[in-house]
């Protein structure tokens, strides 16, 4: 069993900055692959952006250059750097651990997600 924590939403304005965190407790952490995902009203939960154990970083186009996925494996934390936020990127955000099937990114074990609202 893993058990994930998010927090750090809030409300931001257009062009602002946040930083989500995710703890992580249970099993095994460093070797698992770690995502967020989010979910906007009316629409289905999108990936966002995978941490993958031995480095490397995944991340949606739509945020690509603007968000930093990172971890702390010691800590069994990761975290989500979202800056030039716009009103788009309104959602609930996820913390996952994470799989990818081809191109398609899902989740197993879900924390119970932060809401991040940008105001234009």
């Known amino acids: 069993q893993v058990q994930l924590v998010e927090s750090g939403g809030g409300l931001v304005q257009a062009g602002g900055s946040l930083r989500l965190s995710c703890a992580a407790s249970?099993?095994?952490?460093?070797?698992?692959?770690m995502g967020w995902f989010r979910q906007a009203p009316g629409k289905e939960r999108e990936f966002v952006a995978a941490?993958?154990?031995?480095?490397?970083?995944y991340y949606a186009d739509s945020v690509k250059g603007r968000f930093t996925i990172s971890r702390d494996n010691v800590k069994k934390a990761v975290f989500l750097q979202m800056n030039s936020l716009n009103t788009e990127d309104t959602a609930v955000y996820y913390c996952?651990?994470?799989?990818?099937?081809?191109?398609?990114?899902?989740?197993?074990?879900w924390g119970q997600g932060t809401q991040v609202t940008v105001s234009s």
């Open positions: 941490s993958i154990w031995s480095g490397g970083t």
């Open positions: 996952a651990r994470a799989q990818r099937s081809g191109s398609r990114w899902s989740g197993d074990y």
């Open positions: 249970g099993r095994t952490f460093s070797g698992d692959t």
